[in-house]
Structure formats: C-alpha cells, structure tokens
C-alpha cells in the first residue's frame, strides 16, 4: 500500500517560491499517476497539478499555470511541485495524492498525504 509524506512547506513573502516533495516510503510510487491538491480553510480540496507515471503528461488547474511545475523521479519514489511567483491566495495546506488513472477530481485518486502548510505572507 502506498504511504505518501508531504515536505518542503512553510512561511514565504508573495513573489518568493517553494518546492513540495513527496515521498513514498513503500516504493511503489512509480505505478500511479501522482497529483497535488490543495485546501482552503473551509472549502474542499482543489486540483493543482497532476503528471503521468511516466512523467510523459502533466495538467495543472488554470490559477496555477505558468508559475508550478509538477515533476517526478520514480527512482526515488518522489514527486516535486515547484511553486514559484507565490501569491498570498496560494496559502493552503497542499496534499500529495496517487491514483491509478488521474485526474482533476478527488475520487480519482486513492491515496492521500497527511499535507504540507503553504504560507504566502503580503
């Protein structure tokens, strides 16, 4: 079973960048499509970004085209979302999700990250 581990969140001033990693620790991170989500206080968990197992296709929620990028190294078993040009409506807790198809939608993924605090201060 797939545990997946969210890192690299934080506190960042508007116009900086981060970069979320996840990790999954049973090493089978290379079969499913991977994708981040995110929430807002009070609202459901939104699209970010998703990318193949291959790494071969990526789709990311229109907010955040242009400014993120979804990567992965399946020999590490991680996925990277490298966020530049942070706007303070970026701050959410950011969720790391594997799936067997993909998609935008949070049933087509399987399993999910505890999630990593993301703060953009104006």
């Known amino acids: 079973q797939v545990q997946l581990v969210e890192s690299g969140g934080g506190l960042v001033q508007a116009g900086g960048s981060l970069r979320l990693s996840c990790v999954d620790s049973?090493?089978?991170?290379?079969?499913?499509?991977m994708g981040w989500f995110r929430q807002f206080p009070g609202y459901e968990r939104e699209f970010v970004a998703s990318?193949?197992?291959?790494?071969?296709?990526?789709a990311y929620a229109d907010s955040v085209k242009g400014r993120f990028t979804i990567s992965r190294d399946n020999a590490k078993n991680t996925v990277h979302l490298q966020m530049n040009s942070l706007k303070s409506e970026d701050t959410a807790i950011y969720y790391c999700?594997?799936?067997?198809?993909?998609?935008?939608?949070?049933?087509?993924?399987?399993?999910w990250g505890q999630g990593t605090q993301v703060t953009v201060s104006s």
């Open positions: 999700a594997a799936g067997g198809y993909g998609g935008v939608e949070l049933v087509d993924y399987d399993y």
């Open positions: 990318i193949t197992w291959s790494g071969g296709r990526t």
């Open positions: 049973r090493r089978t991170l290379s079969t499913y499509v």
